[in-house]
Each structure stands twice: as C-alpha cells, then as structure tokens.
C-alpha cells in the first residue's frame, strides 16, 4: 500500500478510539498490517473464518450481530468493531454479522491485535471493556451473564486495610493475621504505593531469609494493576486471569477505595440466581441457610448493575424466597416427620405477584386439606412458626400485621378460605377491602397444585363481574394519587421537619398493582403478577392496547426508578427505603417520570369510570 492510499487509513483511525492512543510509528505499523475488504448487501452475511479470527473495523455502512439463536445483539455503523470477541477469548466464532448497507471494513490480524494489546494498556483495556458490553448486550438477564456484567464496586471490601509505606514486615503480618485478611494496601501520604499479600510474605521475605524488620516497601508488590470501581467484574476476572494476580487494588481519582479478590469474585459468581437457588436446595440446617441468604442483596445489586428489568428482578429474587421457603418446610419435616394431611403453604402480597424488592415482610397462610385434630395442631403450629422464624432470620421479616401461617387465623381448610373469601366479597367493608388487595394476590409455594386451584377458581368466580365488590376494590384504590400536585410538581412525603421524598411504593408501584388486581379479578383472570395481568388484559380488549402499554411502562419504569434508588442508597450505606429525592434525578429523569405517574392517574380515572359510576 502506497503513501496516497496509506494516509486516508491513517487519518481515519488517529480520530477513532482506541487508536487515538497511540503512538504515530505504532498506528503508521497498524495501517500497513491492514487488508480491506468490501461487503455487498446482497451477500447478507459477512463471511467469518473460524480458523482465522480477526478484528474488523467498519469504515462505513451498517451491520447487525445476531447470536448463534438469531437474537440481535448489536447494531453497527462506521467506527465500529466486530470479531474481537473471539481474539480475546480464544472460542470458536458464533455470531453472524448481517449486512444492511453495503460497507469498506478494515481487517486487522491477530498478531498485530495482540501486540497492541500487549504495548498499549489503553487499547487493551478498551477492548476489555468492549466485550463487557456485548457480553450484557448479549445476554442481560441470563444467570450466567451476571458476573460478567455487574459492577465492581458490588464485590469490592469497601474500608480496605492499609498500611503505611514506612512500616516493617512484621507489623504487616500481624495485622493481616489480626484481621484475617490476606492483604494490604500499602499508602504513601493517602495515594496507593503497592499492595502486600500473603504470597509477597512467603517470597520475598521467609524464602529469602529476611527478618521481621525488613521495610515493607522491600517486599510489597510496587505500582500494582488497578481498577476503578465503576469498572465491570469482567475486567477484574479477565486482568487476574492474564496477570496471575488473586488481589486488585481499586483506586478512584488516585485514592484507594476497595480490594477485590479472587475470593470475592467466586463469592459474586455463587450469588447468580440459579447457583444460589441450587446451593439452598443442598443446606441442611438453618445456619446454614442464614448464610446462604446473606448473599441475596449481592444478588439484587447485580441484578440492578447488569441494568435487568424490574419485572425480571422481582421474579428472581421471589424465586429465592420461594426455594427458601421450600426449604424451610422439608428441613423441618425432617424434625417433625410426615404432614398428617396435604397442605398448601400460600403465599401473599409482593411474593405471591413475584415482585419482590429490598425490605419484603412475609405475607403466608396455610390451605389445609381438611378439618385439624389437636395432633394436627400441634403438628402444623409447630411447622409453621418453625418455617416463619426461619425466614425472619434469613431476613424476611415478621408481617406487621401477622399476615403469617403460624397465626391460626390464617391456617384453614379449602372450605374455610373459600368462606373467607366469601365474606370479603360479599361485605367489602374497608376492613376486607384492605384484605382483598394482600389475599387476592395470591400462589401456591409448597404443595398440592389441585388443593390451591380448587380455592383460587372458587375466589375468581365470586369476583368475576361483581359490580359491587369491585367497585369497593376501586373506591378504596381510590383514595391514594399519584404524587402530582399543581403545574406537574412532585408532591413530597413528609415526616414532621423531614422532607423524605416521593413515595415510588405507594404512590406508585401500589397502585398499579390496584388497577391491574381489579380488572383481573372482574375478568376472573387466574395470574397475579402485575405486568403479565396487564398483557392478559390487552390481549383480552378488557384495556385497549395503548392504554395497557403505557400502564405497562410506566409500572416497568416507576419499578426501575426505585431498585435503581435502592441500589444506589446500598452502596452509600444509606437505610434502604422507597423514597427518592426528585433533585437527584436529572431533568430527562423527571419529565418521564412525571409522565409514568400522568399515566397512572388516567388509569386511576379509567378505573373509576369502568367500575364506581353507577355507584
């Protein structure tokens, strides 16, 4: 390639990251490794050779990355790259690059990508962070993914130990042993100098000879490899693995803000939700459950780092309540022995819709095959206070209300429900208005499916097209709004001189669910999660299509809003709560959620309309 066809090369990539960084005599050597290559769009696909991966860099036109299912992936246009997945990992190619526009794309060879990588850190580390992203692009919600796709800063020791440069080796060891630790970050005036582990110890001074007094500096690990802590735990797993290195630093404008260690990412990886749902399954004790159960807010931070839908979290974490709860129940047979009759424990509210967030109470009852003697009592009073102290100490707090299967109140047979229900239905006073929006909500956890059917169909066909049931369920929901005020300002919760914010639970998530419960039940619709009730009702013309799909996103969206301000008020140490402070937000932020809660106030005034007007 002659110098007039070299220089438009050139001037392309010293404007394009990573290429932007370096030097002229590197990216003048990168150029003239380049082949071209044009790619028609009648061709469809790009032609990828398994034997020889390489790094395409589009010069123009547009392509797509479907995965080996035919899912997209990506979208891409000029200045974008694809095949460098397979450079950085070394597996076989799998995804297809559909052509949409005709485009020039620029070739580079492995070697020369690798000598890049090896003589620029910053091109290694953008292509690191490339494949992160595709990797969360590529498969967002799936279990495996997650490690890959969360945050650092969720894994990391965040008051990590240090010591001064100045301090000799047997000061560093007693306090690593003092403090179980198997690291220290050595600090010169605040700025990190190097880290000390326990193989720096084992090397570089008892194998050597040294004693106690040698200067710490003398054996630490000098100018060690960090991160950031908004970088992804991909990062972290993939400069360990290529360094040889069970400790990282963390550094944030030049100060040391956490470590994170192999340990902790094995411990990140055992928080994926199918991992941790099986290793519940094998405890076989309540400690050992507790410890288990102490990994879930790892998980949920996660989750909402891996920028999964809410809709997709509560399902995730309420599918770990539930194998708790299971648990619970066969652990404590295991005591007790056989049930003197099938039972169904139910399960209520927030984890019988499957949207459970930070902070979930227990809402349970028990559905009894038939009538208890006092051995069965005796059986199932024990079981049940057994099972609700257990999932009091793996942190599903006791019911407020003791809404709970150890009260006997809520432990009946199938005909003492169906009464139950019955009654509330019949006599929607607000006492059983208030019940209806908790019991109404409900699934079966453990147990026989026909015993629970037999009560939830009996329930829907008492409230299916009950006018006046409804329109009590309707009045009630009624009597809370969305939190705008005049002018579409937010209106504010208060608490005496505290100004705690806007409520997104009750003011919002709640009512939603309401709307949703409400047009359920007069369909007499079997599903009580909220989102999949709103595209039963859009599929029924029960809610017109756009009416449902704005209902659906604002319920998605307000959801969001709130784990996301629960995620952030977890990594600052602050009380995990449901009020956000609008000033936080920026002004996008505002004006959508503004919109979210208009929708929910149409909704409200739909509502109203359909089921109170003759009323």
């Given at each position: 390639?002659?110098?007039?066809?070299?220089?438009?090369?050139?001037?392309?990539?010293?404007?394009?990251?990573?290429?932007?960084?370096?030097?002229?005599?590197?990216?003048?050597?990168?150029?003239?490794?380049?082949?071209?290559?044009?790619?028609?769009?009648?061709?469809?696909?790009?032609?990828?050779?398994?034997?020889?991966?390489?790094?395409?860099?589009?010069?123009?036109?547009?392509?797509?990355?479907?995965?080996?299912?035919?899912?997209?992936?990506?979208?891409?246009?000029?200045?974008?790259?694809?095949?460098?997945?397979?450079?950085?990992?070394?597996?076989?190619?799998?995804?297809?690059?559909?052509?949409?526009?005709?485009?020039?794309?620029?070739?580079?060879?492995?070697?020369?990508?690798?000598?890049?990588?090896?003589?620029?850190?910053?091109?290694?580390?953008?292509?690191?962070?490339?494949?992160?992203?595709?990797?969360?692009?590529?498969?967002?919600?799936?279990?495996?993914?997650?490690?890959?796709?969360?945050?650092?800063?969720?894994?990391?020791?965040?008051?990590?130990?240090?010591?001064?440069?100045?301090a000799n080796v047997t000061q560093a060891a007693c306090l690593m042993r003092d403090s179980r630790v198997s690291s220290l970050l050595i600090i010169d005036n605040h700025k990190l100098a190097g880290i000390l582990t326990d193989?720096?110890?084992?090397?570089?001074?008892?194998?050597?000879?040294?004693?106690?007094?040698?200067?710490?500096?003398?054996?630490?690990?000098?100018?060690?490899?960090?991160?950031?802590?908004?970088?992804?735990?991909?990062?972290?797993?993939?400069?360990?693995?290529?360094?040889?290195?069970?400790?990282?630093?963390?550094?944030?404008?030049?100060?040391?803000?956490?470590?994170?260690?192999?340990?902790?990412?094995?411990?990140?990886?055992?928080?994926?939700?199918l991992l941790l749902i099986g290793e519940i399954e094998r405890q076989n004790s309540l400690e050992s459950l507790i410890a288990v159960s102490k990994q879930i807010p790892l998980l949920l931070q996660n989750l909402i780092s891996?920028?999964?839908?809410?809709?997709?979290?509560?399902?995730?974490?309420?599918?770990?309540?539930?194998?708790?709860?299971?648990?619970?129940?066969?652990?404590?047979?295991?005591?007790?022995?056989?049930?003197?009759?099938?039972?169904?424990?139910?399960?209520?509210?927030?984890?019988?819709?499957?949207?459970?967030?930070?902070?979930?109470?227990?809402?349970?009852?028990?559905?009894?095959?038939?009538?208890?003697?006092?051995?069965?009592?005796?059986?199932?009073?024990?079981?049940?206070?057994?099972?609700?102290?257990?999932?009091?100490?793996?942190?599903?707090?006791?019911?407020?209300?003791?809404?709970?299967?150890?009260?006997?109140?809520?432990?009946?047979?199938?005909?003492?429900?169906?009464?139950?229900?019955?009654?509330?239905?019949?006599?929607?006073?607000?006492?059983?208005?208030?019940?209806?929006?908790?019991?109404?909500?409900?699934?079966?956890?453990?147990?026989?499916?026909?015993?629970?059917?037999?009560?939830?169909?009996?329930?829907?066909?008492?409230?299916?097209?009950?006018?006046?049931?409804?329109?009590?369920?309707?009045?009630?929901?009624?009597?809370?709004?969305?939190?705008?005020?005049?002018?579409?300002?937010?209106?504010?919760?208060?608490?005496?001189?505290?100004?705690?914010?806007?409520?997104?639970?009750?003011?919002?998530?709640?009512?939603?669910?309401?709307?949703?419960?409400?047009?359920?039940?007069?369909?007499?619709?079997?599903?009580?999660?909220?989102?999949?009730?709103?595209?039963?009702?859009?599929?029924?013309?029960?809610?017109?299509?756009?009416?449902?799909?704005?209902?659906?996103?604002?319920?998605?969206?307000?959801?969001?809003?709130?784990?996301?301000?629960?995620?952030?008020?977890?990594?600052?140490?602050?009380?995990?709560?449901?009020?956000?402070?609008?000033?936080?937000?920026?002004?996008?932020?505002?004006?959508?959620?503004?919109?979210?809660?208009?929708?929910?106030?149409?909704?409200?005034?739909?509502?109203?309309?359909?089921?109170?007007?003759?009323?």
């Amino acid at each position: 390639m002659d110098a007039s066809e070299l220089q438009p090369i050139t001037d392309f990539l010293r404007q394009l990251p990573p290429f932007d960084t370096l030097s002229a005599n590197t990216l003048d050597s990168c150029c003239r490794a380049l082949t071209i290559g044009y790619y028609s769009k009648a061709s469809t696909y790009v032609p990828l050779d398994e034997s020889h991966p390489q790094l395409y860099i589009v010069r123009s036109g547009a392509f797509e990355v479907h995965g080996d299912d035919g899912d997209l992936i990506d979208r891409l246009g000029d200045g974008d790259f694809f095949g460098f997945p397979s450079l950085l990992s070394g597996e076989k190619i799998s995804n297809k690059i559909q052509i949409l526009e005709d485009g020039l794309v620029y070739h580079l060879d492995p070697d020369t990508f690798n000598r890049l990588r090896s003589e620029s850190r910053e091109f290694d580390r953008f292509f690191n962070r490339a494949f992160a992203k595709r990797l969360r692009h590529q498969s967002r919600f799936k279990a495996k993914e997650l490690g890959s796709t969360s945050r650092v800063s969720s894994l990391m020791s965040k008051q990590p130990l240090t010591l001064d440069i100045n301090a000799n080796v047997t000061q560093a060891a007693c306090l690593m042993r003092d403090s179980r630790v198997s690291s220290l970050l050595i600090i010169d005036n605040h700025k990190l100098a190097g880290i000390l582990t326990d193989r720096d110890l084992r090397n570089r001074v008892l194998a050597l000879g040294h004693d106690g007094q040698l200067p710490v500096h003398q054996a630490m690990t000098s100018h060690p490899i960090t991160l950031s802590s908004s970088a992804l735990v991909f990062e972290a797993m993939l400069l360990m693995s290529q360094h040889n290195i069970h400790h990282l630093p963390i550094v944030d404008n030049e100060l040391p803000v956490g470590v994170v260690s192999s340990t902790d990412i094995l411990r990140g990886q055992s928080s994926q939700p199918l991992l941790l749902i099986g290793e519940i399954e094998r405890q076989n004790s309540l400690e050992s459950l507790i410890a288990v159960s102490k990994q879930i807010p790892l998980l949920l931070q996660n989750l909402i780092s891996a920028d999964a839908r809410a809709e997709e979290i509560g399902r995730v974490l309420t599918s770990v309540t539930d194998a708790l709860t299971r648990r619970l129940i066969l652990l404590n047979q295991q005591i007790l022995g056989q049930a003197p009759m099938p039972f169904c424990w139910l399960a209520f509210g927030s984890q019988g819709r499957q949207d459970q967030v930070a902070c979930s109470d227990q809402d349970n009852g028990l559905l009894l095959a038939h009538d208890m003697d006092e051995q069965a009592k005796g059986y199932f009073d024990a079981l049940t206070k057994a099972v609700c102290a257990g999932l009091d100490s793996c942190g599903y707090i006791y019911c407020p209300g003791d809404i709970m299967a150890q009260n006997p109140q809520w432990q009946m047979t199938l005909k003492q429900w169906q009464n139950k229900f019955r009654h509330w239905v019949d006599s929607p006073e607000p006492k059983a208005l208030m019940h209806a929006s908790i019991f109404f909500d409900m699934r079966c956890v453990y147990g026989p499916q026909s015993l629970f059917d037999s009560l939830q169909s009996q329930v829907l066909a008492s409230t299916k097209d009950n006018d006046i049931f409804l329109a009590g369920m309707a009045g009630n929901s009624l009597q809370v709004s969305p939190p705008l005020g005049f002018f579409k300002k937010f209106v504010l919760e208060r608490d005496g001189q505290e100004v705690k914010g806007i409520d997104l639970k009750h003011k919002g998530s709640v009512l939603i669910n309401d709307i949703a419960r409400v047009y359920a039940l007069s369909a007499g619709i079997k599903e009580v999660n909220t989102a999949k009730r709103i595209r039963l009702l859009m599929e029924q013309n029960i809610i017109n299509r756009k009416d449902a799909l704005n209902l659906a996103d604002a319920h998605e969206f307000i959801a969001h809003i709130r784990l996301s301000n629960q995620g952030y008020q977890f990594t600052h140490n602050q009380v995990l709560s449901n009020y956000l402070m609008p000033q936080n937000l920026s002004s996008l932020v505002r004006h959508q959620l503004r919109d979210a809660f208009k929708v929910v106030h149409d909704a409200q005034a739909g509502m109203k309309l359909k089921f109170t007007r003759s009323f």
